[in-house]
Structures are given as structure tokens and as C-alpha cells.
């Protein structure tokens, strides 16, 4: 079974920017459609981007996204610009292993990492 391992969280000012990676072993990336999901404090988890066929980001991050991966390397990565103290959360890579098929449900999706920490200051 593939596993994730996200890294890049760090404390950042309000207006920087970050490179998240995802690092999978024991699976394909090519293979996957991989998601991008944040949980803040108190709040539920939540959908930020995914790729696979095609790519689609939450309204929230539209226009300071990009996500991207590595079929050499087996990492996906998520950029973010323009940050903002909102961007605050732990940020989980997770896979659907078994389709390209691209979801914004967490549920679909069966495998996780264990999450990097973003921290925005104002």
C-alpha cells in the first residue's frame, strides 16, 4: 500500500509563500489522483486542491495555488502564495490509489499522510 509523507509546513509572515511535498513509496503517483485537504483548529477538514485528470482548487486558494507532481520523483507538491493567517492548518496529501479520477471528497480518497503544519502570521 503507498504511503505519504508531507513535509514544507513552517511559520510564515502573512503575504509569503510555501512549497509543500508529498513523498510516496510503495505506489505509482502516475497512477493516482492526489488531493490536498487542510484541517484548522476547531474546524473540519477541508478540500484545497487535487490533480489527476485535470486539476481543480477551492475558491478559497483559486489564483495562490498551483499543484503539481513528480512522476519521476514520486512527490507531488503544492504551492501557496500570497498567504494569509486564514491559511492556517495542518495540510494532509492523501491518494485515491485505485483511479486518476480527481474528488474533493475526503472520503474517496484511501490513503493519507500524516499531515505538515502551516502556520501564517499576521
Known amino acids: 500500500q503507498v504511503q505519504l509523507v508531507e513535509s514544507g509546513g513552517e511559520l510564515v509572515q502573512s503575504g509569503g509563500s510555501l512549497r509543500l511535498s508529498c513523498v510516496a513509496s510503495?505506489?505509482?503517483?502516475?497512477?493516482?489522483?492526489i488531493g490536498w485537504f487542510r484541517q484548522a483548529p476547531g474546524k473540519e477538514r477541508e478540500f484545497v486542491a487535487t490533480?489527476?485528470?485535470?486539476?481543480l482548487y477551492a475558491d478559497s486558494v483559486r489564483g495562490r495555488c498551483f499543484i503539481s507532481k513528480d512522476h519521476v520523483q514520486e512527490v507531488a507538491y503544492l504551492h501557496l502564495s500570497s498567504l494569509k493567517p486564514e491559511d492556517t492548518a495542518v495540510y494532509y496529501c492523501a491518494a485515491r490509489t485505485r483511479t486518476l479520477v480527481i474528488a474533493t471528497t475526503a472520503d474517496l480518497y484511501d490513503s493519507w499522510g500524516q499531515g505538515t503544519q502551516v502556520t501564517v502570521s499576521s
Open positions: 490533480i489527476g485528470r485535470g486539476t
Open positions: 510503495g505506489g505509482t503517483l502516475s497512477n493516482y489522483a
